[in-house]
């Protein structure tokens, strides 16, 4: 989690007694002389490295300075807000487009149920026509004869077809 720079790593290499660390450096300095970088900075955020900024040698052959080293470090913690800030970035927008699909998957399903309602609405409409003309053919069978029944009714009350008794009056009243 320290800056490395290549040329200090290298001569801890050849100073180092112990086999297994030489290994080791000498794998490191393989994988950094392949990105031809000169000093290797981690980019630290809430404790984790997050990525390194391999960075090559000065064009003008100098080595980098104290003041350099400096430099990187203060540029890493910009480098790990910055990416910080990009992988927000990155999470709001995948954000978007999932929430922009789930609109559009609750506005096609809505529009379907609107077509449903609709057709569901028509029947209905198509339903209480039915009905509407069952009732008016259902109240005219009805009615047509009663009417027959009150008008024979109407005329036996009023002595039409003779004399009727006094207990036939009421019950003929309740029937009429």
Do not use: C, W
């Amino acid at each position: 989690k320290e800056v490395v720079v290549t040329d200090e790593l290298d001569r801890y290499y050849y100073d180092s007694d112990d086999e297994g660390e030489k290994i080791r450096l000498e794998k490191v300095l393989r994988n950094l002389e392949e990105l031809h970088a000169a000093v290797v900075v981690p980019v630290i955020r809430e404790k984790k490295m997050t990525a390194i900024l391999a960075i090559g040698p000065k064009i003008s052959g100098e080595t980098f300075a104290t003041e350099d080293i400096n430099l990187f470090e203060v540029l890493s913690t910009q480098f790990a807000a910055a990416l910080q800030r990009s992988k927000l970035y990155q999470e709001t927008q995948l954000f978007n487009v999932k929430l922009q699909k789930e609109i559009e998957k609750a506005t096609q399903d809505l529009k379907k149920l609107n077509v449903q309602l609709k057709e569901a609405n028509e029947h209905l409409k198509q339903l209480d026509e039915a009905k509407s003309e069952f009732m008016s053919i259902a109240s005219h069978q009805l009615r047509t004869p009663l009417a027959g029944i009150m008008g024979y009714l109407s005329m036996i009350l009023s002595g039409d077809y003779g004399k009727i008794t006094k207990e036939q009056i009421p019950v003929l009243k309740e029937i009429f």
